[in-house]
């Protein structure tokens, strides 16, 4: 294996933990958000009281693109194989 696929496949790597990463991420900061907005509005500053919105957004992006994000995995696994000599 030279340098230049070396470079490729962590490139590709880095590219699909971004994606697959991503949709779990943007929720969790996404509820994060609006519940700080409401913590805020309504003066009520517990620290525990945003931990299950964000589990539950995050469990519920898991059960939809769960799938999705296997499927890309698998894809970059079967690739990453095949172009290794």
Request: hydrophobic share 65%; glycine share 6%; no cysteine.
């Given at each position: 294996?030279?340098?230049?696929?070396?470079?490729?496949?962590?490139?590709?790597?880095?590219?699909?933990?971004?994606l697959?990463?991503?949709?779990?991420?943007?929720?969790?900061?996404?509820?994060?958000?609006?519940?700080?907005?409401?913590?805020?509005?309504?003066?009520?500053?517990?620290?525990?009281?945003?931990?299950?919105?964000?589990?539950?957004?995050?469990?519920?992006?898991?059960?939809?693109?769960?799938?999705?994000m296997?499927?890309?995995?698998?894809?970059?696994?079967?690739?990453?194989?095949?172009?290794?000599?």
């Amino acid at each position: 294996m030279d340098a230049n696929t070396a470079i490729d496949l962590a490139r590709q790597a880095v590219t699909v933990a971004l994606l697959v990463g991503a949709p779990v991420l943007l929720a969790a900061l996404a509820v994060g958000l609006v519940v700080a907005m409401l913590q805020a509005l309504t003066q009520i500053q517990e620290h525990t009281l945003s931990f299950v919105p964000k589990v539950l957004a995050v469990a519920g992006v898991l059960l939809l693109a769960g799938p999705w994000m296997l499927q890309r995995l698998i894809e970059f696994s079967g690739a990453m194989f095949t172009r290794l000599p």
